[in-house]
């Protein structure tokens, strides 16, 4: 499996960008899609999480009002459409493949199997 991570960017405080992440080599319509965040200096953390049928979202409380995670199973890929940007959300992003069939939400690293090269996206003030 190869996720390749797109949208990333300089973009200023209070922009709206959308990162793609295009699956290859499954499809992801059965699994569990997951964006994580790493910033300069820190650990990766969970950011969006969406079950493998699109019905159920999970969100970091950093983010949750502000990003929406989506998923279009024919295009095997997922979205992060990302609102209202702020200085605290730089950091390299990155698209994770969901381990089980079926599940829900996941949102811890540990549940995903395969992650995407992250794309950059910095927030100027």
């Known amino acids: 499996v190869q996720l390749q991570a797109s949208g990333g960017g300089l973009v200023q405080a209070g922009a709206s960008p959308r990162l793609s992440c295009a699956a290859s080599?499954?499809?992801?319509?059965?699994?569990?899609m997951g964006w994580f965040r790493q910033a300069p200096g820190k650990e990766r953390e969970f950011v969006a999480a969406?079950?493998?049928?699109?019905?159920?979202?999970n969100y970091a409380d950093s983010v949750k009002g502000r990003f929406t995670i989506s998923r279009d199973n024919a295009k095997s890929t997922v979205y992060l459409q990302m609102n209202t940007l702020k200085p605290e959300d730089t950091a390299v992003y990155y698209c994770?493949?969901?381990?089980?069939?079926?599940?829900?939400?996941?949102?811890?690293?540990?549940?995903?199997?395969?992650w995407g090269r992250g794309t950059l996206v910095t927030v100027s003030s």
């Open positions: 994770a493949f969901g381990r089980r069939p079926y599940s829900y939400t996941a949102s811890t690293s540990t549940e995903y199997d395969y």
């Open positions: 080599g499954r499809t992801i319509s059965s699994y569990t």
């Open positions: 969406i079950g493998w049928n699109g019905g159920i979202t």
